[in-house]
Structure formats: structure tokens, C-alpha cells
């Protein structure tokens, strides 16, 4: 683990709060569940998922298991949902902890059935359709069996849901968006033909955000949750201001003149174009700053924006601070977040999303809760 004093990945659990609390106003009368997996888009899960609780979030989701399980050993007793899992996975450890499953197919409902079965109780489940992303969820043809099979379970099963996930939710405007729409109302209609009485979720933040028409019951909120806009001017859209949860930031921890013509970083890929002044940052590609931000991408040292040059190496990089810097080691260097550039800047300038950017920050980089002002590092994990 790094020295928190040296990089960190500040969290403002507050901030976090905040959003879900203007989210789930925003998509009212539905109700929103807080999205958790992947370690709380890298901020802490297990975190993430008390700070929901604590602003009256009624629902978690995670993808795998194991994270639903972890949620549960840590004490969350609230409805979670998870929906992915491997061909060997082991439904009776989910069923008995009372995580509400997802069902993509036959297959996986016998296995969760047979589960229920063995404990003597009744599966929640979400049954899953695939209205056009082509990614997990029934095919619509096997839609039908899948529906039948279900309401013949009712002793083993309870659809709690039908559900289904967005291909294209940021950009309103496109095509997908009505078609699976349509798609998944005729799905839920014959559900309803087969006895079930499912409530409905299909949003995730860019819906949930700007597409009244997919809130339906209820809304898998993940990313803006962190404060992070689903995709360009999908926040704007939707007349809310995020606040970003996570700073990523660190300590310069070298500082030195160098010649116009001196080589910089592996393979000399940045040459002093002038004499200047660069700074060492201890965070590298092992850390989440991606190998595509050398000589890209740009951070926050003393209030001003300065450029990464060089390759990023695996546990740092290096940043150009200019002739007439008079930055000094220890100085602050804010990766991005409050104070610093929005994560989707600094995405943007390596090609990617800030969803790719959080969700890698490195286990060694402690994560600090912020507390009115102060930091605190965090314990639970
Ligand atoms: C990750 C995920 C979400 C949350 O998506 P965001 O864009 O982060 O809000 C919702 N639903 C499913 C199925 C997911 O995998």
C-alpha cells in the first residue's frame, strides 16, 4: 500500500450521498437501486454500500457473487441483486443469504431453483431479457419458456422482476433505445400473460437520467452515483449537477531542471523542448493511470493544469511543470476530481471513459475517506 500521504484516492462519501439522494428525487416516483460491484466503481464497496444505506437507498446491485456474498458477511441485510455468474457457480450460498438472483435462461433457473429446493425456500429472482444489447439476458424467442418455466416454480421461485439492460442509453436519440424499449414491453406482457407479476428495471444512470420513458419501478443507478456523467451532456440533459466523489491525488516526490534535448521516461518519447522543470508523480499504470495518458493527458499541480510527458510507467510518471516552476516536492498533484480536472477529461485524453479510469485505480492506492474537510484512511477493507 502506498503512504496515503504520498497518493491516495481521496473519497467524499458526502458527495456520494448527495448524488444518490438528487438521483433517486430525479427519477421519483421509481425507485433506485445503487449500483456497487466492481469495488464501488473503485471507490470501496463495502463503503459504498453503507454510505447507500445510510441515504435510504432501498436496493444494492453488484454483478458477481462473491461481491453480494461480501456485502452480506459485512452486514448488508437489505434487497441486493446480483446478475452474473460462471457456469460451476453455487446458488445455495446467494439463495441462503437472500440475494435476489438474475435468470438469463433455463439453465440457470434449474440450477437456482434446485438450490431453493435443498434449503427449503423460495429464490427472488429477476428474470432477463435480451431486448438487443446481445450481452447476458433469454433470447426473446426463448422468452416464452423461460416465463412458463418460471410460474410452474412458484413453490421454488418468486419473480420478483423482469429486466433488461440498454445498449446505447446516453445517446436518447438512438435507434436501439425504442426498439428495445418495445421489446421489452411486449416481454413484460407476457409475463404478465404467464400469472407473474414482475415489477420492471431497465435504466441504468443515462436512463434513469434522461429517459423517463425506461424508468419503469425501478433504476440501477452506478456511475453518477460517483458523480461521474454517464456520457457527454447526458448530466446537463438532465438538469443535474453531480458532485465527484473521487480525487485521485498524490505528492510530487521528485522535482529537477532538466535540459532543452534531455529524453524523458522509457524509450525517450518526450525531449525537453526547452530547459524546463519536471515533476516526478509516484502513481504509474499499476496504480490506474493508464499507459495511454503519456504524452496525452494532462493533471492539476498547484492550480494549474500541466502535461504528463513521457511514457507512464508502472509505478510513475512524469509531468512537465515549465521553466518558471517553482513547485517544490511535496507539492500536490491532483490526478483528477475536486479541485482537479472531471475523470472524464482525463479519460477523454487517453481514449477512454471515467467508468475504465475509477474502476482501475490500484489496490496499493489507499482510498481516504474525506471527512468535512479532513481525510481519514479507510479501515474496512
Ligand atoms: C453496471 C450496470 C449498471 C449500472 O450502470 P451505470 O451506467 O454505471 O449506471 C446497471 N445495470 C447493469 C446490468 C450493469 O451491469
Known sequence: MIDPATASAVIDWSAYRHNLTVLADHVAPATLMA???ADGYGHGMVE???QARAAGVTWLGVAVAGEALTLRAQGDRGRLMCWLYGPQEDFTGLVGAEVDLSVSSLAELD???????????????HLKVDSGLSRNGCPVEQWPELCRAAAARTGEVEVVAVWTHLAAAEEPDHPSVPAQLTTFDQAFALAR???LSPIRHVANSAAAMILPQARYELVRVGIAGYGIDPGVGVADRAGIALAPVMTLRAALVNVKRIPAGAGVSYGHTWIAPRDTVVGLVPLGYADGIVRAAGNRASVVVNDREVPL???VCMD???VDLG????DRVGDPV???GQQGRAVNDFAADCDTIGYEIVTRIGSRVPRVAQVAGSVEVSRDE
Open 334 to 336: 491532483v490526478m483528477f
Open 48 to 50: 459504498a454500500a453503507r
Open 316 to 318: 510513475q510518471c512524469v
Open 193 to 195: 400473460e404467464h400469472g
Open 323 to 326: 521553466p518558471d516552476s517553482r
Open 111 to 125: 440450477r437456482i431453483a434446485a438450490a431453493a429446493r435443498s434449503l427449503g425456500r423460495k429464490a427472488r429472482v
Open 35 to 37: 449500483v456497487v460491484k
Open 309 to 311: 510527458v513521457g511514457r
